[in-house]
């Protein structure tokens, strides 16, 4: 069970707004830069100053509302005929950067271990490349979990909002890590095996 399991009601909730936005003429390209954009520009907002915990409550905040932009972004593309090669591109290549610098400045949080974090990211970056490379061997684009994508929004979110809340997280910084990093190789690990497994033999 995932997260991402929940989306096709999320994407229910979504779309009149979607029609709306196609119809003032917004794009699906649009939607998907103007996340990465906002993301940039949190992360690097909260890496300037990760003293500021409360400033972390942004994350919660902001993880929903990107989400609710992918989804956004991928009804306009499938929907609404504004599916492109480029898209594609951009889709991917965006959520990747999006994630890690929202992520890197939880390794700035005192009591936090920076190494831990970071094998965090590229665990990310990796399981996210797995779920890509199942479109090669004719399994389609896999989202096996545990740790998804809007899984690892999911924990970093809550995170954030303990930070922001002032909750002590110094002595279960790096539990949190280590057990998100066993969750994404796993995530990998399921990923490989299944789109072998569905794939062409």
């Not at 005929?81 to 991917?92: H, I, K």
């Not at 399981?127 to 479109?135: F, P, R």
Request: charged share 15%; with cysteine.
């Amino acid at each position: 069970m995932s997260v991402y399991d929940l989306k096709p009601r999320f994407q229910a909730l979504l779309r009149p707004l979607t029609a709306a936005l196609y119809r003032s003429g917004i794009t699906a390209n649009q939607v998907t830069v103007f996340a990465c954009l906002v993301s940039v520009a949190l992360g690097a907002l909260l890496a300037a100053m990760p003293e500021r915990a409360a400033l972390f409550a942004l994350i919660p905040a902001w993880l929903f509302a990107r989400m609710a932009l992918n989804a956004i972004d991928g009804m306009l593309a499938r929907e609404f005929g504004q599916a492109s090669r480029l898209g594609a591109y951009l889709n991917e290549l965006t959520d990747v950067v999006s994630d890690a610098v929202l992520y890197l400045p939880f390794a700035l949080l005192a009591g936090s271990n920076p190494w831990l974090v970071g094998l965090v990211i590229v665990l990310s970056i990796i399981s996210e490349m797995a779920g890509v490379l199942g479109t090669m061997v004719g399994a389609g684009r896999r989202y096996d979990g545990p740790m998804g994508k809007s899984d690892r929004a999911f924990v970093f979110g809550v995170v954030g909002l303990l930070v922001a809340v002032g909750v002590p997280m110094h002595a279960a910084f790096d539990w949190i890590w280590l057990a998100m990093a066993a969750a994404v190789l796993l995530t990998i690990v399921n990923r490989v095996v299944k789109g072998l497994a569905t794939g062409p033999r």
